[in-house]
Every structure is written in structure tokens, then in C-alpha cells.
């Protein structure tokens, strides 16, 4: 578990005076925590910029913020529409869109709206990609910049079936990455202007599950052989794709690779945000220790007898595989657990454990969500508490009345 920054009686008192006049459920962003998360993420960048993943925030005041922050230089949005508000709003002039798009509405404002076409980089990795486009706002325009994404997986078999991270792109090789750029730059319409390779066995996978050290040898020997084949695999690919077309950028990473994605030397930049915020996932790695910087109170709303106490809402369940890692983590105070039998649900959440014994009706348990920006899909606001004052309440995606999922 992350350390915290005071004793937990001390921190959990903290949090409570600062949001005494608030009615829980409500969500949390301390202030603090978000710095000093922002502050190692550049530190572990060594230099290279950090290009802020929306996805991972959802907040517009928190992306501000991290923008302002030395070593953070634009965003990497995860659908069209929203790198497209985001440039209205005056968020940024370079977004980078993490995944294809076959949103006709924002491809037809894209390609009408000159000073969004010149901030907005949209991904690609087939010629089906660049056949939609031109179906939907025709061949005979002024061309919109695009990125090649590059299969970051693992083949541990050159060849083979065996594929270890995302299911992403087709594009592979380098010779397969050529290929797709030449196709690219011969085509009207279009001006390849980066390329992007996730490697997220490495960036969002923890090396240190906890109380699983075989697990943990295992993850831990995939990584170095996935991070050296790709160091070499993704060098030969920027290479030979820069000998079709000058490139502005080559992203790459997250939060949890920024050490292993940086000394790749073919990077120019890498992705990253779920480390600002410091979900429960982001526990299980060795090489840094993000503070939890958002949180969420739920009131004691039951005493059903004994070591349990019952929590009113709190089933914000995160995307992904499911099982335990899924489910949010009792934060404070220290020595609670979800039941085994009702979990994290709709309309209420039990816990068990020794420091049930001592809550009352009313009283906040603050806990975490296991992923970093989901949880503004459940509140309008992030309150945001500097010391023990709530300093400013600002919106989150969900408080503007946007969702992009």
C-alpha cells in the first residue's frame, strides 16, 4: 500500500474537517497528493515529456492543472468528441486521440473546423481506417494529421500465436509499419504525423500482486524480455517509417512503464495520468509509490451487529477483467474489507473488521477506486481539499454533462 502522509487517525480527522459540511457520497481530490504525484511522474520521465492521459482524469480543472506542471506537455484524449470539446474549452492545441474513430459527426467538424484539424492527431492502423474517413468527409479536403499505432504487444514466438498484451493494432513489424506508411503519404487527404505503441503488459500490468510471488517472477521476467524486444522492434519501426514521412512525435508507455518506455530511445514522449491520481492497480508495482490523491466518502448508514458496519451506494465497480482487483479498497479507516458475500453494491456496501466496532450512523468511510478516471463517472464534482480545507468544487466530465465512454 502507498504510505501515507500523516497517521492514518491524523489523516482520516483531516478529511473529515475539511468536508464537515458536506453529505456523503462525495469525491475528493487532495491536493497535496495530486503535486507530489505529478512532480514523480516528471521525475521518473528523466526529461521526456509526459503527455497527459484524459481517460485516466476526466476533469478538466485537474488536467489544467497538470498541464501547468514542468514535464507535462499536451493531451492524449480517448474518443474524437472529446479531444474536440476539449479544444474548444481551450484545454489544449495537441490532442492526440488514443483510438480509431468512426464517429461521423466528429470527423465532419474535425474536417470543417481548420484550427481543430491543426491540433488533433486521430489514430490509424488499416487502410479500413483511412477508407471510413474519406467515405465520410471525402477525399478533397485539406489533409487531417494522423497516427500509425504500433502493435506493442509481445510475440514470444516471432510468428506465432502466442500474444501477450492488448489486442490493438494489426501493425506489427516494421516492414509491416512501412508498409502502412507508405499507403498513408500516398493518399490525398491525409498527413502521418506520429506513431504511437502502447506495451500495456508492461505499463498497466503491477509487477507486485500482493501475497502472489510466483505470479509476481513470472510478470516480472515477461516484462524485461517484452521491454527489451520492443526497445529494438519499436527502433527498427520508427526508423524505417521516418524514411516515408518526417515525424512530429512517437508516443509510447504509461504510468507504469515511464522508466522502461524513457530509456527507449526512439521515444519522444509518453503517455501517462492513472499515476496522478493513484488508484488501488497502480499498488501493485515496485518502482514507484503514487499517493492516493482521489477519494470518495461513503456515510455508516447500519449497524448490523458485531465487527460489520454498512455503507450507503459505493458499487462503482472498474472495466476490466473481473474479479477482486476490480472492486474499490477501504481506505480509511485502516483494518475494513468488503464482505465476500455482497461486495461493493448498488444501493449499499458492507465491512467488516475490528474498526467497524467504533463507527457510528453518519460516520465517512473514505475509500479508493481500483482504476483512476472512472470514478468521475459517478460524481458531478471533485471537492478540492488543500490541508484540511475544501479550497475549490469543480466539475468533472459527468458535472458538464459530457460522457464519452
Not at 497516427?147 to 492488448?166: F, I, Q, S, T
Request: hydrophobic residues 40%.
Amino acid at each position: 500500500m502507498p504510505e501515507p502522509a500523516a497517521s492514518d487517525s491524523a489523516e482520516r480527522d483531516r478529511l473529515d474537517r475539511a468536508t464537515r459540511d458536506l453529505d456523503p457520497p462525495f469525491a475528493v481530490v487532495d491536493l497535496e497528493a495530486f503535486r507530489h504525484n505529478a512532480a514523480d511522474l516528471s521525475r521518473r520521465a528523466a526529461g521526456t515529456p509526459i503527455r497527459v492521459a484524459s481517460k485516466s482524469v476526466r476533469c478538466r480543472e485537474l488536467l489544467r492543472r497538470t498541464l501547468d506542471t514542468p514535464g507535462f506537455a499536451g493531451l492524449m484524449a480517448y474518443s474524437l468528441p472529446e479531444a474536440l470539446w476539449l479544444h474548444r474549452e481551450g484545454a489544449s492545441d495537441d490532442i492526440l486521440v488514443a483510438y480509431p474513430t468512426i464517429d461521423r459527426r466528429g470527423l465532419r467538424e474535425l474536417a470543417a473546423d481548420p484550427a481543430a484539424a491543426a491540433a488533433i492527431t486521430i489514430l490509424v492502423d488499416s487502410a479500413a481506417h483511412l477508407d471510413h474517413i474519406d467515405a465520410v468527409v471525402g477525399p478533397d479536403r485539406e489533409p487531417l494529421r494522423v497516427c500509425l499505432e504500433l502493435d506493442a504487444a509481445w510475440h514470444p514466438v516471432p510468428g506465432g500465436l502466442a500474444h501477450v498484451g492488448p489486442r490493438r493494432s494489426p501493425v506489427h513489424t516494421p516492414a509491416q509499419a512501412r508498409r502502412f506508411a507508405e499507403r498513408i503519404v500516398g493518399r490525398d487527404g491525409f498527413r502521418l504525423v506520429g506513431i504511437m505503441a502502447y506495451e500495456g503488459q508492461i505499463a498497466g500490468l503491477g509487477d507486485a500482486p500482493p501475497g502472489k510471488p510466483l505470479l509476481a517472477a513470472v510478470l516480472r521476467w515477461m516484462q524485461r524480455r517484452s521491454a527489451a524486444e520492443l526497445a529494438e522492434r519499436r527502433a527498427e519501426a520508427v526508423a524505417a517509417v521516418r524514411a516515408v514521412a518526417p515525424l512530429e512525435f512517437v508516443n509510447g508507455g504509461g504510468t507504469g512503464s515511464i522508466e522502461s518506455t524513457g530509456a527507449d530511445g526512439s521515444v519522444t514522449e509518453i503517455a501517462a495520468g492513472s499515476g496522478l491520481i493513484g488508484p488501488t492497480l497502480f499498488d501493485a508495482y515496485r518502482a514507484f509509490r503514487p499517493r492516493p490523491a482521489v477519494l470518495y466518502a461513503l456515510p455508516v448508514v447500519r449497524r448490523p451487529g458485531g465487527s460489520f458496519a454498512t455503507l450507503f451506494s459505493g458499487g462503482y465497480i472498474a472495466s476490466g477483467p473481473t474479479g477482486p482487483s476490480r472492486a474499490p479498497g477501504v481506505h480509511l479507516p485502516r483494518g475494513l474489507r468488503l464482505t465476500a458475500a455482497e461486495g461493493a453494491g448498488e444501493v449499499q456496501t458492507p465491512v467488516s473488521g475490528a474498526a467497524a466496532r467504533d463507527l457510528r450512523l453518519g460516520d465517512r468511510v473514505w475509500l479508493r477506486h481500483a482504476k483512476a478516471g472512472e470514478l468521475a463517472e459517478r460524481f458531478d464534482h471533485y471537492h478540492l481539499v488543500e490541508g484540511d480545507q475544501v479550497v475549490a468544487t469543480v466539475p468533472t466530465y459527468r458535472g458538464e454533462a459530457k460522457s464519452f465512454g
